[in-house]
């Protein structure tokens, strides 16, 4: 069996309750639906100043309020969704990080009427750098910046750098072959 270093996220999620899981089984991964790209995307956002453990451990409430992040769904809401979403203690009542899961719906919409799906999208300007990523989603989408971008690009398989080399699930993604791995 292969040492993973000490301090990199493939060590630390190893048999965690929350963190292993995802590790194993998502971080990194391919990932084909809009809905669960949109997902991922809220969650980085919700990410914004806290831990991942956080948002993690709120993911099942967050799936809850934001109707299993159906775009079609959230970009409907409107002032009640607003008002219910800033009273509902299962997810992150932060009013830009609300708003930006809206905007963000209409956006990808727009982005289902342009490009077909969010995955192609995404798969059109791949490969950029992290820069360019950056400048691309600042432009497309609301509360994203270097590090949400960056993180939501590295957990989707878009962006190198999910797993330690020496991880096993280093060779199970690389299987798959992501953008990332191109």
Same mark, same amino acid.
């Given at each position: 069996?292969?040492?993973?270093?000490?301090?990199? !996220?493939? /060590?630390?999620?190893? #048999?965690?309750?929350?963190?292993?899981? !995802?590790?194993?089984?998502?971080? +990194?991964?391919?990932?084909?639906?809009?809905?669960?790209?949109?997902?991922?995307?809220?969650?980085?956002?919700?990410?914004?100043?806290? /831990?991942?453990?956080?948002?993690?451990?709120?993911?099942? #409430?967050?799936? /809850?309020? !934001?109707? =299993?992040?159906?775009?079609?769904?959230?970009?409907?809401?409107?002032?009640?969704?607003?008002?219910?979403?800033? =009273?509902?203690?299962?997810?992150?009542?932060?009013?830009?990080?609300?708003?930006?899961?809206? %905007?963000?719906?209409?956006? @990808?919409?727009?982005?289902?009427?342009?490009?077909?799906?969010?995955?192609?999208? @995404?798969? =059109? !300007?791949?490969?950029?750098?992290?820069?360019?990523? *950056?400048?691309?989603?600042?432009?497309?989408?609301?509360? *994203? +910046?270097?590090?949400? *971008?960056?993180?939501? @690009?590295? /957990?989707?398989?878009?962006?190198?750098?999910?797993?330690?080399? *020496?991880?096993?699930?280093?060779?199970?993604?690389?299987? @798959?072959?992501?953008? %990332?791995?191109?």
């Amino acid at each position: 069996m292969s040492t993973l270093p000490n301090n990199t !996220y493939c /060590s630390i999620a190893r #048999g965690h309750e929350y963190h292993g899981p !995802y590790h194993d089984h998502e971080y +990194g991964f391919p990932v084909e639906s809009d809905d669960l790209l949109f997902e991922r995307l809220m969650l980085e956002i919700n990410q914004a100043g806290l /831990s991942w453990l956080t948002i993690l451990r709120k993911r099942d #409430g967050l799936r /809850s309020a !934001y109707d =299993q992040f159906a775009i079609e769904q959230v970009a409907e809401y409107g002032d009640e969704d607003r008002a219910r979403l800033m =009273q509902d203690s299962r997810i992150i009542r932060n009013h830009l990080k609300v708003e930006a899961a809206i %905007s963000n719906a209409r956006t @990808l919409l727009d982005i289902r009427v342009s490009h077909g799906s969010f995955k192609r999208w @995404l798969d =059109q !300007y791949h490969p950029l750098d992290t820069i360019d990523w *950056t400048r691309l989603f600042k432009k497309t989408f609301r509360y *994203t +910046g270097g590090e949400i *971008t960056a993180s939501f @690009l590295i /957990s989707t398989g878009y962006l190198p750098g999910a797993h330690h080399p *020496t991880c096993p699930v280093h060779e199970t993604i690389r299987a @798959l072959h992501p953008k %990332s791995m191109q």
